[in-house]
Structure formats: structure tokens, C-alpha cells
């Protein structure tokens, strides 16, 4: 966790070259590729241009930032405003558009109207087109205001509706939602997770213990849109679904020569934020053997961990699309002394993970076991609702002929193959990182 120990020798404090030497000096001994590393770097570049030109070509993720400069940090209008957004076309490219994903609660985006499902024809004033989609997404994440233009569907065609004025602001979110199905016979539990946040698990345990208390047949965990955070969450919900033993192996971290090979019990990886006992999360397990995933291209991460790292104990059947590809884990490396003189914070890929069975390599992403996308069952369904496409394909799987078929339901245009030209979650998965512990 401390990359600082003592002052880069030869250099003055705060200079590119002082600062530059230190970076090296943590890659070679912390960065999964440290033995790619140019042995005599140009130590003279500003610290954002030298990183980046440490990295290995395979290094996909590794970023660094500094706490006291907000435009290091990767830009996001989710983190500005409130909501996530892809912006598509149709097959024939006559309709181009964004469709916004998810609004989060109490956010810039819900206090303007914006909803899941909403159409964006026009951002800043331009329509959309397919040489504009991603300018205009940048635009929107890195400044602190904007304009939307909401649209509805006439006949074959997009009408303007309403435009809508968004400045960056404070964002309070909920980030689990809770259902249970009544499937015939059968009840169906229903958790959306938004991410693996610090403390994730242990708010969960009231919403497993009402899964317990219902006795539910079936759990099904949407991680749809979730970019990942930490590995003793990832690891606690783990353990809320299957009450795996305390040193039931969970997880593989590879590194370099320094770092090594470890394997680590999920009581481990559980408890390693030291935030909850592991017998806390063993009481309110279910013990399921069965568990159902819904995942798209923007599930990373400790969201990737929970599928790959359950298999050798529970039966995951994931529906959805192919997850991102992030089978690395990283850790903060940072000036940890007293009086700091180096105030970047270094998020380098450090491990390749893998299961208890050794089963990782999962860098092009998962292939679900039943391909659904929802963007081609427009207008989007409500996240936990019964007729939501992916929830509709759990349906049918857990018992065949039942009543609510999927459909496409009014798709309003012809959607024979719809093609993703930006997505804002997407982009912000290139930086959330698995964070786990030195």
C-alpha cells in the first residue's frame, strides 16, 4: 500500500523527474508486467504521459490519479449528473439515438425527470449521429452542465419531446433494489446490486434474511450494470448465497515475481476489511446450489469474480451479454508517510485472478449460457420488474410454458439488430479496478 518510503534520490522534491522515479520504482515492484519496464525511461515527461508509457501493451486498466486535481479522474456523467446512457443504431443505420439506462436516486438526472428508458435524440443541441455519439458522450462526462433533448416515437420516427438542463451535483444513491416473484408455485427472489462498494455486503444481510424468512425456491442476482469494487464484498455476497466453510479456497492471485502466487479462503476474502465477521454473513446464508446471473458488457470486475468464483461450488447460470474482461485485481499505491511530498495515487493491475480450480483467462469476457439483450426489447422494462427481458429468460428456464413468455412488447421500431456506439457505464468500467488488500 506504500509505494513512498523514503525520497527519490536526486532529484528535487515535486519535480516530474521526483515524482517519475518513484513510479518506476513501485511498477518494478508492484505491476504484474513489471519485467516489460524500459530500464532507462525519460524521467523528464509530466507524470500522466510517463505512466502511460510504462504500461504493457496488454495493460487494458491500469490508471493513476491525483486526489487533489479533480480532472485526473476518469470522466463520467454518472459521477456528474446521475445516470447512464448507450447511444445506438438500428440495423440500417436510419435511427440513431440514446436510450438512458439507469437513473440513479436523488441525483441531478431523477430531479430533472430523467427516467430508465428515456430517449436522448439530441445532446447539447446536436442530434445524434454516428460521427458525433462519442464527442458528444465525452463532452457530457468531463463538463459540469449540459442539455439533453427527450424524445418519443411517432409512427417510424423520433420527435422531439422536451429538453432537459443538467448541472453536476451531489448524488445519494441506493444502490440494491429487492423483489420477490410469485411463479406459480414457486418464489423468486430478485437482488439488483449496482456495485461491490465498501460495505455491500453486510447492508445486504437484511435483504438475504428476508429471502430466508420467505423461503424462496430461487435467487436470481442482477449485476447487469455493475462495474465491480471490492473483493471482500464480491466475496461476502458469495457467501450470502452458498454459507461456504470459513477456509473453503476462493480465490488466486498470480503477480510478478515479487508479489507471487496466493490463494485465499472466502472467510478470508470476506472478513479482510475487517467491517463484519464472517459468522455474521454464514447466518443469514441461503446455502443455494443454484444461482441465476444477469450480466451485460458493462458486469466487470469483482462482478466477474462472483461468477467465475462461485463455479466450483454453486451452478451459475448467467443470461445476459458478455461480460467486460477484467480477470485483474489491483491495489492503491500511494505516498503513505506523515508529510507527503508525492500526492498521485497509482491503480496498476498487480494480479490475474483466478477460482479454486485454477479457472480464469477470462480477459474477452464470460459467454453467457443464454444470450439476451435488452436493448432489443425496447422500450426498456423497469430494473426488477416481472416482464424485464433477462428476468423473463430466468423465468423460463426455471419452469417451461409458464404464462409470461418473453416477448418483444411494442418495440415501437423494427429492432432486428441493434449496434451500441457508446456506452457511459461502459467507459467507466475501463477504471473501476478489484481492489483488494497489500
Known amino acids: 500500500m506504500s509505494g513512498c518510503k523514503k525520497d527519490p534520490a536526486d532529484h528535487p522534491v515535486g519535480s516530474n523527474a521526483y515524482v517519475n522515479t518513484w513510479i518506476l520504482d513501485s511498477l518494478r515492484r508492484y505491476y504484474f508486467w513489471n519485467e516489460s519496464l524500459p530500464k532507462k525511461p525519460d524521467l523528464n515527461q509530466h507524470p500522466t504521459v510517463f505512466f502511460k508509457s510504462l504500461l504493457n501493451a496488454a495493460d487494458r486498466f491500469s490508471y493513476m490519479v491525483d486526489p487533489q486535481d479533480p480532472a485526473s479522474y476518469p470522466p463520467s456523467n454518472r459521477n456528474k449528473f446521475g445516470f447512464d446512457y448507450a447511444t445506438v443504431r438500428t440495423d440500417d443505420s ?16 431523477s430531479r430533472s425527470g430523467l427516467k430508465r428508458g428515456d430517449y436522448i435524440s439530441r445532446i447539447n443541441g446536436e442530434r445524434l449521429t454516428t460521427s ?28 422531439d419531446l422536451r429538453t432537459v438542463d443538467l448541472i453536476a451535483g451531489v448524488i445519494l444513491e441506493q444502490s440494491v433494489k429487492q423483489h420477490i416473484f410469485q411463479l406459480d408455485t414457486k418464489k423468486i427472489g430478485y437482488l439488483y446490486l449496482n456495485d461491490f462498494s465498501p460495505g455491500l455486503a453486510q447492508s445486504v444481510i437484511s435483504n438475504f434474511n428476508l429471502f430466508k424468512n ?5 435467487l436470481i442476482i442482477d449485476i447487469r450494470y455493475n462495474p465491480g469494487g471490492q473483493v471482500a464484498e464480491a466475496a461476502g455476497v458469495a457467501a450470502l448465497i452458498s454459507g461456504l466453510a470459513y477456509n473453503t479456497p476462493f480465490i488466486t492471485y498470480t503477480g510478478n515475481k515479487n508479489g507471487g502466487r496466493k490463494t485465499e479462503s472466502i472467510g478470508h476474502s470476506a472478513s479482510s476489511d475487517h467491517s463484519m465477521q464472517y459468522s455474521q454473513l454464514l447466518e443469514a446464508s441461503l446455502g443455494l446450489r443454484q444461482l ?10 469483482a462482478a466477474e469474480l462472483l461468477i467465475n468464483n462461485l463455479r466450483p461450488y454453486v451452478n451459475v447460470i448467467t443470461i445476459g451479454e458478455t461480460t467486460r474482461g477484467k480477470d ?23 494480479y490475474k485472478l483466478s477460482n ?12 453467457p449460457q443464454h444470450h439476451v439483450n435488452e436493448l432489443e426489447y425496447l422500450p426498456l422494462k423497469e430494473l426488477g420488474a416481472a416482464d424485464d427481458p433477462l428476468v423473463q429468460r430466468v423465468f423460463t428456464l426455471i419452469q417451461d410454458g409458464i404464462s409470461t413468455r418473453m416477448r418483444k412488447d411494442d418495440p415501437k421500431i423494427a429492432i ?10 461502459q467507459m467507466q468500467t475501463a477504471y473501476d479496478l478489484l481492489q483488494t488488500r497489500n
Not at 94 to 109: M, Q, T
Not at 359 to 366: K, L, R, V
Open 94 to 109: 436510419n435511427l440513431i439515438f440514446g436510450i438512458i439506462k439507469y437513473v440513479y436516486n436523488d441525483s441531478p438526472a
Open 132 to 159: 458525433n455519439a462519442g464527442r458528444l458522450q465525452n463532452e457530457l462526462s468531463t463538463s459540469g452542465e449540459g442539455r439533453l433533448t427527450i424524445a418519443t416515437w411517432e409512427g417510424d420516427a423520433l420527435k
Open 214 to 218: 420467505e423461503t424462496i425456491d430461487a
Open 292 to 301: 441465476y446471473l444477469l450480466v451485460t458488457g458493462t458486469t466487470a470486475s
Open 328 to 350: 485483474q485485481a489491483s491495489f492503491v499505491i500511494k505516498d503513505m508517510r506523515q508529510t507527503k511530498t508525492i500526492s498521485w495515487e497509482l491503480h496498476p493491475i498487480i
Open 356 to 367: 479454486a480450480r485454477g479457472e480464469g483467462d477470462y480477459s474477452t469476457g464470460i459467454v
Open 416 to 425: 432486428d439488430d441493434i449496434h451500441v456506439l457508446t456506452d457511459s457505464r
